[in-house]
């Protein structure tokens, strides 16, 4: 993502990139092109001298030659020719004339070599005319011009005329040419360059990326218009492709959307009229209990009040009958209290509760009641457990009620035994208690599975029970930082489990073993 992941390093604009590359370029080659162009300059400039030199051999050399005719005064009458070119402005290095001897017989510049060169030997020798250049390419060079002084056809002495080969006449020399010429042209390059790839490059790109952002910023089915190259152009294509398919895309998703918010609508009035008629279902389950359950000991009640009434004359029928109204009117008042415990809250009192104690005491509030006389009811706990956090006199009745509805269970699916346990556990992470109640009857049916904390739903006859229980224990449950849990034993039988976390693992949660003796 580079995230990671790496970060994108920052890097100079396009322009900048293109500008740059291109002013290397142009710099390279201008300055290759400037050492070409001198190079060129000086070879003329050599060329110039050289034919300078050549000319001034042969005039000298015809003069010479003249002279050669009067034996008595040939070395004066040389002397007197090469003086004359002393005064003119012509620079050269060397000027004298040497017999076959290698002596010099005149000389303006410069001495005939002991011993004779290359140059001296094609002049006096061979009679032939010698052209030389020395020294380095980048240093001092001079062209060397050795021609054979011959009146009658015999070379009798030897002209030689040296002069430097001086690079081209421009202000600052080598250095100054260049400089000079990089800085023209470069300027020249760059004035065409940018102006053309302004026009061929920048702008196509910058058009580019102003659609692009338009597009990134939801203008779909924005067009780019580009004049370019044919690979921008086809860039420009794609692009305006992809606009139209977001812009298509864009409008499908709406038209979706568009169904869907109305299937959601219509779903939701669905499931509002859903939970409606559930409820009103509910209601309606409540209602016929609570008229089987009050109507009946109501009923009984003013059979026995009317008989009362009669005046029986039997003090032990009419005290009879009064027990037999208590208990009917008894009847009454537990239904209503298990409505009142299922909406009214708890005291708010936390405890710290230990588990095992809590457990023999719900078996001993069960075990007397009729349904469960046959049942064989026991305690398994895990080790030592530490105390949870639960209000005492709501756990006692989470753990009556979950007895109770399993010996409903066994009552009426058969199966004869109900095992209470506990076991350290989590709750999100934090210690916590497990306690399960495990029946062996027939276990949960799906529907009964699914829906066993719902409130006022119930698989027992109408009047046999309000459906009140299990959703009462969940709501204690979740009350306390807990939760309860539903499902069927793989070895047969429904398994009940709550789960409460620890006293004290929570900062409001009172010390461990605060009202361990409490109650």
Not at 40 to 60: G, I, P
Not at 350 to 369: G, H, I, N, Q, Y
């Amino acid at each position: 993502m580079a995230s990671t992941s790496s970060r994108t390093r920052a890097r100079p604009g396009l322009w900048s990139e293109v500008a740059l590359t291109l002013a290397l370029i142009t710099l390279a080659s201008v300055i290759l092109n400037a050492g070409v162009l001198w190079m060129l300059m000086k070879q003329t400039e050599e060329e110039r001298r050289t034919d300078l030199a050549l000319a001034l051999s042969s005039a000298l050399t015809a003069q010479l030659e003249v002279e050669s005719g009067r034996d008595e005064a040939r070395e004066a009458g040389y002397r007197r020719i090469l003086s004359a070119y002393q005064a003119t402005a012509l620079d050269v290095h060397e000027l004298y004339v040497a017999d076959t001897d290698m002596a010099t017989l005149a000389s303006v510049a410069g001495r005939a070599p002991a011993t004779p060169d290359t140059g001296m030997r094609a002049a006096l020798y061979g009679n032939q005319q010698f052209i030389d250049v020395r020294g380095p390419h980048w240093g001092a060079r001079f062209v060397e011009v050795t021609s054979p002084v011959a009146p009658r056809g015999r070379a009798t002495a030897a002209l030689r005329v040296t002069m430097p080969l001086k690079p081209p006449a421009v202000p600052g020399g080598l250095a100054g040419f260049t400089l000079g010429y990089v800085a023209v042209t470069f300027a020249l390059v760059a004035a065409f360059g940018f102006t053309r790839f302004q026009r061929s490059l920048m702008q196509p790109v910058s058009e580019l990326a102003d659609g692009t952002s338009r597009i990134a910023g939801g203008e779909f089915g924005h067009m780019v218009d580009l004049d370019a190259a044919r690979e921008l152009q086809a860039l420009a294509v794609a692009l305006n492709t992809m606009s139209a398919s977001l812009a298509g895309y864009r409008s499908r998703t709406e038209e979706q959307l568009a169904r869907l918010e109305a299937a959601n609508a219509e779903l939701k009035t669905a499931q509002e009229a859903l939970i409606r008629s559930e409820k009103l279902a509910s209601v309606g389950r409540l209602a016929a209990g609570l008229a089987h359950e009050v109507g009946n000991p109501l009923s009984a009640v003013l059979g026995y009040v009317d008989l009362i009434s009669q005046d029986l004359g039997d003090p032990a029928l009419e005290a009879d009958l009064v027990a037999r109204s208590r208990k009917e009117l008894e009847r009454i008042h537990r239904i209503i209290r298990e409505l009142l415990d299922f909406a009214r809250p708890g005291s708010g009192k936390v405890e710290a509760v230990d588990v095992a104690p809590a457990l023999e005491e719900a078996l001993a509030t069960v075990s007397p009641t009729p349904a469960l006389r046959e049942v064989a009811l026991s305690v398994q706990v895990d080790g030592p457990l530490q105390p949870v956090s639960i209000e005492r006199d709501k756990l006692h009745q989470v753990l009556v009620n979950l007895l109770l509805n399993a010996g409903d269970a066994l009552r009426t699916g058969g199966g004869g035994r109900i095992t209470l346990s506990a076991e350290p556990a989590t709750l999100d992470g934090r210690p916590a208690v497990a306690i399960a109640c495990r029946d062996d009857g027939p276990g949960f049916d799906p529907v009964a599975l699914d829906r066993a904390f719902e409130p006022f739903f119930t698989t027992k006859d109408v009047g046999q029970g309000t459906g009140l229980g299990l959703a009462t224990c969940m709501q204690v449950a979740e009350a306390a930082g807990g939760r309860i849990e539903a499902r069927n034993h793989p070895d047969g039988g429904a398994v009940l489990e709550l789960v409460l976390p620890v006293a004290g693992d929570d900062p409001g949660d009172p010390p461990a073993g605060a009202d361990a003796d409490a109650g």
